[in-house]
Nanobody, 115 residues
Framework: QVQLVESGGGLVQPGGSLRLSCTIS????????MAWYRQAPGKQRDYVGV???????HFADAVQGRFTISRDTVKNTMYLQMNNLNPADTWIYYC?????????WGQGTQVTVSS
């Protein structure tokens, strides 16, 4: 069983950058993908982006060109680099790891973009 812990959230001004981390403990052998989602209170969780087992990435239209995802296989950590942030990016961000159709989630980290 894996556990995921997000960190790096906080308050940032519009136009600023943040890097979120997702540290994964436990064996990730056999995973199929890792991803980031985000959610506002009372709303559904929205897809942000995904990274596959060979490092290929895909992003939602809303963040394409501003966000990137990377992995450090030694540290078992996934990152979400967020640039040119705007108030619409204010959400709780969650990371997830998939083993085929079985997902494990972190507890989330709050990102607030405000002047």
């Amino acid at each position: 069983q894996v556990q995921l812990v997000e960190s790096g959230g906080g308050l940032v001004q519009p136009g600023g950058s943040l890097r979120l981390s997702c540290t994964i403990s436990g064996s990730i052998h056999g995973f199929t993908s890792m991803a980031w989602y985000r959610q506002a209170p009372g709303k559904q969780r929205d897809y942000v982006g995904v990274i596959d087992t060979i490092g290929g990435t895909h992003f939602a239209d809303a963040v394409q060109g501003r966000f990137t995802i990377s992995r450090d296989t030694v540290k078992n950590t996934m990152y979400l680099q967020m640039n040119n942030l705007n108030p619409a990016d204010t959400w709780i961000y969650y990371c997830t790891i998939a083993f085929n159709s079985v997902l494990s989630w972190g507890q989330g980290t709050q990102v607030t973009v405000s002047s």
